[in-house]
């Protein structure tokens, strides 16, 4: 069933050894989102633990590493976080899919999989979402609270230029920011600073991208080998499905990962002309209005899944009248 804010914060209130779960490849969103929850509910008199997520890289692994789960712990209440449907829960979480008692999301996609579902599609940031449940507690704004929340909002709307960024949004960050939160030395870390593996990889996608119907589709394709000899991690990809977008005249930018399983990632990002998420899901997947995301499995080659993709942003595109 679909609960109010009030209505999760309730159920929240009346629950203890509380489990909270992120999404696999986990990124500001779903980290901060678990993080601020965790510290939030603890300040509540709550017992609560996240679920260790093994795709944790070192940029977000301060938010969410110290409160993991400990050995032996026996959950009471299953929460998730910006998590979009039970596929992209951790494979080491599968056997908790149909256990979640409570899901906290805002992407559109989401089949409501928990026993309550608030999924805010409105959100441009699931944090937000975090943040009204922790304030309908009654739980104190601390310094604490405000970097995993700050996290979650401003890496979701691109340090807030992304036209999911809404007034609450920035009544979000605000909040946060009036706790004494250090911003600008937070998003220097979070936007500006680039590893030289990262800088690599930017160079390969510009050198090999391609162009698709007017060019007004870039594609970008991250082929393994690129990867291994580069020697890239996951926390060097972070957002740079964002690169092939930023070309003046581009509306759908694809950027196809192979990953070392074998297993193909797709991001999509457009502009307000066409939707990600209907794009994503004629490939299996879902998402946001401006950015989505599909996992081809294992068997399909990376040309073929491109072939795919090209496909469904084209069939997007003759139905928008474009």
């Keep these: 069933m679909t609960v109010t804010v009030q209505e999760a914060a309730e159920a929240l ?3 203890d050894h509380i489990l909270i779960f992120t999404h696999r490849r986990p990124d500001g969103d779903t980290t901060g989102c678990a993080g601020a929850l965790c510290r939030g509910l603890r300040a509540a008199g709550k017992t609560a633990y996240l679920f260790p997520n093994p795709d944790l890289t070192p940029r977000y692994a301060p938010l969410n590493a110290p ?3 400990p050995e032996g712990f026996a959950p009471g209440f299953l929460v ?6 039970t596929n992209m829960l951790p494979d080491s979480a599968a056997g908790f899919a149909d256990k979640i008692d409570l899901v906290i999301d805002h992407h559109r996609s989401n089949p409501m999989f928990g026993a309550r579902n608030l999924v805010r599609p409105e959100a441009g940031a699931c944090a937000e979402v975090i943040y009204d449940i922790l304030m309908a507690l009654g739980v104190p704004m601390t310094r604490e609270l405000a970097e995993p929340l700050y996290v979650g909002v401003s890496t979701d709307t691109g ?28 998003n220097r870390t979070l936007f500006e600073v680039k590893s030289w593996r990262r800088l690599q990889m930017e160079q390969i996608i510009i050198e090999t991208m391609e162009f698709y119907h007017d060019r007004k589709i870039a594609v970008a394709l991250l082929r393994r080998a690129d990867l291994d000899r580069v020697g890239a991690t996951e ?11 930023m070309v003046e005249g581009v509306q759908a930018g694809l950027t196809l990962t192979e990953n070392k399983n074998g297993t193909v990632r797709c991001s999509v990002r457009t502009t307000k002309e066409v939707d990600a998420s ?11 209005l401006r950015a989505g995301g599909a996992t081809f499995p294992a068997g399909v080659s990376l040309d073929e899944a491109k072939r795919r993709v090209l496909a469904a942003a084209e069939d997007a595109y003759n139905e928008s009248g474009l």
């Design 80 to 85: 998730s976080t910006d998590v979009a449907d």
């Design 67 to 69: 409160l993991v789960m």
């Design 235 to 245: 926390d060097d990809l972070d957002s740079i499905s964002a690169l092939p977008r």
């Design 278 to 288: 209907a794009i994503c899901r004629r490939c299996g997947g879902g998402g946001h």
């Design 13 to 15: 209130r009346g629950a």
């Design 159 to 186: 340090c807030f230029k992304f036209s999911n960024t809404t007034v609450h949004t920035h009544e979000v960050a605000a909040a946060c920011l009036a706790t004494g939160l250090d911003c600008g030395e937070l």
